[in-house]
């Protein structure tokens, strides 16, 4: 007699916060069906019903992963603006013990998605929602006075951390200039992220948030190309 949908969809339940404690122990590197079986406590032939195939263990493994991204806890947003902004960019760094493993966890996801081709078109597809859900506040800046009606990638485009990350065409529109901007934000907070995994001494939680703050202070004060720059 096949189990009730109760007892499988709980059976399915551990088995997902089995593969999350895996990857939060060993990261996609050490995510394997015997990793996994050891975590959870049962035989690798259990989780074959599962994951037939070690693609399907790592597709399975980063929707565990997007699902608990998604459900973080997250600040409070103010009402829009460069405000707005800070909280977005504060919510995705390593301030937290469960924000780090998180980040640690998305950061040895990255070989996977270099290494195919499938994997990296779903990474490019994140990095274009990032800058889709951070694009709308600086419209609002720019809309409150808080940015210049023209922004100079060229000052705003090195991060904080000592990464240049913009380009340095002049780009001739508004709507161009927020897109490069909300490119521009999240190269800089993604950047931070992983100094900020690497050297935690360096970059405890106040020195990331100090460096948020310096970066906001560029967009809305060092942004405007004036004619002098501009010639």
């Known amino acids: 007699m096949p189990p009730a949908r109760g007892d499988r969809d ?6 997902s916060e089995a593969v999350w404690r895996t990857l939060a122990d060993k990261g996609f590197g050490g995510l394997t069906l015997r990793a996994v079986a050891a975590t959870m406590g049962v035989s690798t032939g259990m989780l074959m019903h599962y994951f037939p195939t070690k693609r399907a263990l790592v597709v399975h493994a980063l929707d565990v992963l997007e699902k608990r991204t998604a459900e973080r806890p997250r600040r409070d947003r103010p009402a829009e603006g460069l405000a707005a902004l800070r909280a977005t960019l504060l919510d995705i760094l390593p ?19 270099l290494a195919n081709g499938e994997l990296g078109a779903d990474q490019a597809n994140r990095y274009t929602r990032m800058r889709s859900a951070i694009r709308p506040h600086l419209e609002a800046a720019r809309r409150l006075g808080e940015l210049p009606g023209s922004v100079d990638t060229d000052r705003v485009g090195t991060d904080h951390a000592g990464t240049d990350h913009a ?6 529109t508004d709507r161009a200039d927020t897109d490069q901007l909300a490119a521009t934000a999240v190269a800089f907070v993604h950047g931070l992220v992983v100094q900020a995994l690497f050297d935690p001494e360096r970059f405890p939680p106040a020195v990331q948030t100090s460096v948020v703050d310096a970066f906001l202070r560029s967009l809305a004060a060092g942004g405007a190309r004036t004619p002098d720059a501009a010639e």
């Open 167 to 172: 380009g340095t065409d002049r780009v001739g």
């Open 95 to 113: 301030l937290t013990p469960d924000d780090t493993a998180r980040n640690r966890v998305w950061v040895s996801s990255w070989d996977l998605a």
């Open 10 to 15: 709980a059976r399915r339940e551990d088995v």
